[in-house]
């Protein structure tokens, strides 16, 4: 299947500060990417979609100033966390879809712990 | 917008025997319907995957069944053993490339 990797695995940092997550689509050209929070024993919430070089879609509910989203390319979207609480300590995963009725595929999550 | 619900949220079997995880879905445009499976702290893994035009798929332990009508979809696991043991998400996606809509997961035990 397609690779999808995502940087750093593991974070903490301090409240307050700002933290860059990094999706990348390996081996295939990723038309769409999607940012998930997911919470201990919990589902997949869906934060936003992005597309290559247009604005994210966030769901409702999600702040877009906390939560920024950028897909520079086919293969790169990055979710920065700005001015992070320790209420955003969580597991965040990015997903990837080609063009056509395929399946998502997952980085490997990054666990973020903001102290 | 599509709402997936997915039952039981908890399953425990004994090695060998089947589990069987359930999800209704409710928009009817939905053409498209994943399995993940996510071990702890991991990412979640497609497993199989199942198109509106088909009413069943397998792939040697796992099967996938469609009702399009009844807006249903199951897992089965055959044989289980030990190593199924994690957490089961279903899916739906109404147009290609568009977003997964999951639902709640189930947890599944396998007890050898």
């Known amino acids: 299947g397609a690779v999808v990797s995502q940087h750093p695995s593991r974070v903490i940092c301090k409240s307050g500060t700002s933290v860059k997550i990094e999706c990348r689509s390996l081996?295939?050209?990723?038309?769409?990417m999607f940012w998930y929070r997911q919470f201990p024993k919990k589902s997949l919430m869906l934060m936003a979609t992005?597309?290559?070089?247009?604005?994210?879609?966030?769901e409702q509910g999600v702040e877009k100033d906390k939560f920024l989203i950028n897909h520079a390319s086919l293969t790169l979207s990055t979710l920065t966390v700005t001015s992070a609480h320790p209420e955003d300590s969580s597991f965040y995963i990015c997903?990837?879809?080609?063009?056509?009725?395929?399946?998502?595929?997952f980085g490997q999550g990054t666990r973020l712990t903001v102290v | 917008g599509e709402n997936v619900e997915q039952h039981p949220s908890t399953l425990s079997v004994q090695e060998g025997d089947s589990a069987v995880i359930k999800c209704t879905y409710s928009?009817?445009?939905?053409?498209?319907f994943p399995w993940y499976k996510q071990e702890l702290g991991k990412r979640p893994q497609l497993i199989i995957d199942?198109?509106?035009?088909?009413g069943e798929k397998k792939d040697q332990r796992i099967a996938v069944t469609l009702n399009k009508t009844a807006k249903h979809f199951s897992l089965h696991i055959t044989e289980t053993q030990p190593e199924d043991s994690a957490v089961y998400f279903c899916?739906?996606?109404?147009?290609?490339?568009?977003?997964?809509?999951f639902g709640a997961g189930t947890i599944l035990r396998v007890k050898s």
């Open positions: 997903s990837a879809r080609t063009a056509g009725p395929t399946g998502a595929f």
């Open positions: 081996d295939f050209q990723a038309t769409t």
């Open positions: 992005s597309n290559e070089g247009s604005k994210a879609t966030y």
């Open positions: 928009d009817s445009a939905s053409n498209y």
């Open positions: 199942i198109r509106s035009n088909v």
């Open positions: 899916a739906a996606s109404i147009l290609s490339g568009n977003k997964l809509v």
